[in-house]
């Protein structure tokens, strides 16, 4: 089994406080190295250059613009991404930091969510550069989909329902991709992708669409399937990164505000309005077990449809298989054969084999049957 490598973040900040302070934003999810001089900071990253690099206004007797503009001009950080933190609003320092490439600048008191959003966005950056490589419906579905999603995420941090048109819009190219029978180099190109939460969805979303067209559901209905597996897990972006990140063993606390993603899901449903059955259904029901061991309502049996027994089939499948900072994914196979023994009571076993041989069938010469994006 690979083992993972956390991403590095330096914090470049003659500021201790401030530098205690970020890193124990960040630790849960990144490893951080913290240097408050530019000798050390210097030395130590042309050994082992960082992922991104986070610059206070000063480092040492350096100004922090000072430090970046000459970080640029060396080869081997020109191309890291930086994000400044100011101590307030200063558009001559932005439009300066603009000048050396510089484009993330974010203001004291620095928000966590805010912080570890701009983060992922830097690192993912140059995965989704790669996305222009595809065939145009596939590139489509990528970045309509992450622009979906992210503006799901912005709608939720500043107070407010997100809109629904644009998330079906966006799965309708999903959906497209999947009827072409395009969906493998689609799934390889987001493997790497930093924002764990919209790899996963996006998993989500393109196995419902895929079993939706597989058992011949009409167009309209495999784009509401495919909106529900997109948005299964938007009740999560209100639950802290640290605890979503955490290593260790949840306290019953954090266990209980993580099951509570899903009555939050629900009701920002509502607000957003009539969103369709199918959605409604994927969104409330991907955590429930037919053996009744599932949450938020224990349903059990005949109280789950086949839409959302297959929901909860691929919601096990991909948290098996996702990449994560703190866990090393399963291969398909293993986590197949998990769901097949041990979960075998939770888990429909009739739809269990049609979900792997639809896997079989999408993915070329079992490239993806060992190792799921």
Wanted: charged share 25%.
């Amino acid at each position: 089994m690979v083992v993972l490598m956390k991403r590095t973040v330096a914090i470049l900040d003659g500021d201790v406080h401030q530098r205690i302070e970020l890193t124990g934003m960040l630790q849960s999810v990144y490893r951080v190295r913290g240097y408050g001089e530019p000798a050390l900071a210097l030395t130590e990253m042309q050994m082992e250059p960082p992922d991104v690099i986070l610059l206070g206004q000063r480092i040492g007797e350096v100004s922090g613009f000072a430090f970046a503009r000459d970080l640029r001009r060396n080869r081997r950080f020109a191309a890291i991404p930086f994000i400044c933190i100011s101590e307030k609003e200063d558009s001559r320092l932005r439009d300066q930091l603009l000048l050396v490439g510089v484009k993330m600048m974010l203001v004291q008191p620095v928000d966590q969510r805010a912080l570890m959003a701009a983060i992922d966005g830097m690192m993912s950056a140059e995965v989704e550069r790669g996305w222009k490589e595809l065939p145009k419906p596939q590139r489509k579905a990528l970045e309509g989909t992450i622009s979906a999603f992210n503006n799901v995420a912005r709608d939720l941090a500043e107070g407010r329902p997100p809109a629904i048109g644009p998330v079906s819009e966006a799965c309708a190219s999903l959906v497209d991709v999947v009827a072409k029978g395009d969906l493998a180099p689609l799934l390889d190109k987001i493997r790497n992708h930093d924002n764990f939460t919209y790899v996963h969805s996006m998993r989500f979303a393109a196995f419902m669409a895929l079993f939706a067209q597989t058992i011949g559901l009409p167009r309209d209905m495999q784009i509401q399937v495919a909106t529900g597996g997109l948005l299964h897990d938007m009740g999560m972006m209100t639950i802290p990164p640290w605890i979503l990140h955490k290593q260790e063993v949840l306290t019953a606390a954090e266990w209980k505000m993580v099951k509570n993603h899903v009555p939050t899901a629900q009701k920002l449903l509502q607000a957003m309005g009539q969103v369709g059955r199918g959605i409604e259904i994927i969104v409330g029901q991907h955590h429930e077990r037919l053996d009744g061991s599932g949450y938020p309502l224990g349903l059990k049996g005949a109280q789950l449809n086949e839409l959302a027994r297959m929901a909860g089939i691929i919601d096990v499948f991909c948290g098996l298989t996702d990449r994560r900072p703190y866990k090393s994914p399963l291969s398909a196979n293993a986590a197949l054969e998990m769901m097949a023994t041990t979960m075998s009571g939770q888990l429909d076993m009739d739809l269990l084999p049609r979900f792997r041989d639809i896997l079989l069938a999408t993915i070329p010469a079992g490239q993806e049957i060992e190792e799921v994006s």
